[in-house]
């Protein structure tokens, strides 16, 4: 069959695009020259890390080299490994957002060989809100240790904070000279918070105002934590390690930090607290309207009231 000039034509310069179509590295670089600004060291890790998984079992090869049955290897491989679906996805997430941003970027004209592979259903773990009486057993010995670990598992078990939140605080977002003491989450460089309506304070009761006022006496620096963290990033990922071992082995094994969390928001539920409030609470208000104390939201006074209920 014979091709006319133009179709031949077409041939070549689709040839020669794809000869000129990047590695993965190549991809991956340009990928956080062009993402990266402005994100978080995390950000550039994991995308490091997940493509560096594809060269690993892979190579570094042209993006238009790539097949699905590269990317079924690498699912494979991941899972034997002993890594869980979600975090499988995750992984690959990563990798199409390389892939198709240089695509985009170089109009090539390929297929993503990672865009549509199989993935299994995930079977999601539920995380178990810890109960009140083994929460009160882990005060108790906060209390006795009496060290910066459970600090911070203290100020966590009376507020419901995430880790990171607690672990990245400034000294100066412990306030203990108001008449209502609270704890102000903020973002910094060594620590962003989830979503921007993350940004709140929160009362310190219980356990958490006796934490708070072990960190302020006890200040050997303007971190809260310096264990965890320091001016480049809140090592989060160490503090859940560390703490779950602790309370694992000396509480209970099916429990982790972030249950508290969980059991708090149960918490506030069995003293009537209203849903919003909690919300705010917990985590932030989904408007991102904030301000002044609560901004719109509740007042410290009122949330105060509702957290003394849960002692």
């Not at 199989?118 to 109960?131: C, G, H, N, T």
């Not at 219980?206 to 302020?216: I, N, Q, T």
């Amino acid at each position: 069959m014979r091709l006319d000039a133009m179709g031949l034509s077409d041939m070549v310069a689709n040839d020669v695009e794809v000869m000129n179509a990047p590695t993965l590295s190549e991809a991956t670089q340009q990928y956080l020259q062009l993402k990266g600004i402005g994100k978080p060291k995390t950000f550039h890790q994991a995308a490091l890390r997940n493509a560096g998984v594809v060269l690993d079992i892979c190579g570094d090869k042209v993006l238009s080299e790539y097949r699905t049955t590269d990317a079924g290897k690498v699912r494979d491989i991941l899972i034997e490994r002993g890594l869980n679906v979600l975090s499988v996805k995750r992984t690959f997430t990563t990798i199409r957002a390389i892939i198709n941003l240089s695509i985009s970027e170089h109009g090539l004209d390929i297929r993503n060989a990672f865009s549509s592979i199989y993935m299994p259903e995930a079977i999601s773990k539920k995380r178990v809100s810890i109960p009140v009486n083994t929460i009160r057993e882990i005060q108790q010995a906060c209390y006795e240790i009496d060290d910066d670990m459970r600090w911070l598992m203290a100020l966590i078990s009376d507020t419901g904070m995430r880790l990171a939140e607690a672990a990245g605080l400034h000294i100066n977002d412990i306030h203990l000279d108001e008449k209502i003491p609270y704890v102000d989450i903020r973002p910094y460089p060594w620590r962003r918070l989830k979503t921007n309506s993350s940004q709140r304070q929160i009362p310190l009761v219980g356990a958490s105002l006796w934490a708070a006022k072990r960190v302020k006496v006890n200040a050997s620096s303007y971190f809260a934590f310096p264990r965890y963290t320091d001016e480049e990033k809140c090592n989060a990922n160490s503090a859940s390690n560390s703490l779950n071992k602790w309370i694992q082995t000396n509480f209970r094994d099916d429990i982790v930090i972030h249950g508290f969390s969980h059991a708090f928001r149960d918490r506030l539920r069995a003293v009537q607290c209203p849903p919003d409030m909690i919300d705010q609470i917990i985590g932030g208000w989904t408007s991102g309207k904030i301000s002044e104390g609560y901004g719109e939201g509740y007042s410290k006074n009122d949330v105060n009231k509702f957290m003394l209920k849960t002692k």
